[in-house]
């Protein structure tokens, strides 16, 4: 096992020396697949974060991409859950400061990776509601696996549209911005949310009754809309049922 852990670990590591098992036998080999292996990672990287490749530039995106990859291996071997911690990874880079956004962009781009890979079930329906109307303030909710929800200082939703297909063109990306991720059916939905929805959505989200999301929802803002909010989460699929008395 050891021997096993040094021959990955090398792979990682262009410093580090060919393993004693294939130092005599195939050195030139191992060091084709050791870069195979930090190339395919760099390549996974670049695919499922696009738009913060975009923002960087290809060279400068894989040079960095290549650094990530040499300190976190994969943990699992689909490589579309691959970056986990890629976000936070470039939030630390000290080099990054003239793009403050770039970590928030990178977590709106994994919760839209989770979203696309997330388990195929039911959606919350008006109906359900409508059937526990006489509890509908004390109601709580389960939420959708697709669903992702992001407040950011800046203006991620506009940034990501500009660099997933847009011209990348962003006129104030200072612009505090919150989305929501879901889907509801076969395709993800990145919504920008105005800040008291992102608000009542969060709380239910994280298990709130119905009554004390909507508090918080007309704290943040007193525009608040609670029937359109609510009409929104429903058609959005935020939400796959209500939970139960005994918490089912």
Request: net charge negative; proline share 6%.
């Given at each position: ?191 920008a949310l105005p800040a008291e929805q ?47 008395q005994d918490g089912t």
């Open positions: 096992m050891q021997a096993e852990a040094r021959f990955a670990a090398g792979l990682l590591d262009p410093s580090a020396p060919v393993p004693e098992q294939v130092r005599d036998q195939a050195p030139r080999r191992y060091a084709v697949y050791r870069n195979n292996v930090t190339v395919g990672l760099v390549k996974a990287l670049e695919a499922n974060f696009p738009a913060v490749r975009r923002l960087l530039g290809e060279a400068y995106f894989a040079g960095l991409a290549r650094a990530f990859a040499q300190r976190h291996p994969p943990e699992s071997p689909l490589l579309f859950h691959y970056g986990a911690a890629f976000p936070a990874y470039l939030a630390a880079q000290d080099d990054l400061s003239g793009f403050p956004y770039l970590a928030d962009v990178a977590r709106v781009e994994q919760g839209w990776r989770r979203a696309y890979h997330a388990a195929d079930v039911q959606v919350l329906e008006a109906a359900d509601l409508a059937l526990a109307a006489d509890r509908l303030m004390t109601l709580r909710f389960k939420p959708h696996p697709a669903t992702f929800v992001l407040a950011s200082s800046y203006a991620v939703h506009a940034i990501l549209s500009a660099n997933r297909g847009g011209d990348g063109v962003v006129a104030d990306p200072a612009r505090p911005q919150a989305v929501l991720i879901t889907r509801p059916a076969h395709d993800v939905i990145v919504t992102h608000a009542f959505l969060a709380a239910l989200i994280d298990g709130a009754q119905l009554a004390e999301a909507a508090e918080r929802g007309f704290a943040a803002g007193e525009s608040f809309d609670l029937a359109g909010t609510i009409r929104l989460m429903v058609e959005a699929g935020v939400f796959q049922s209500l939970i139960t």
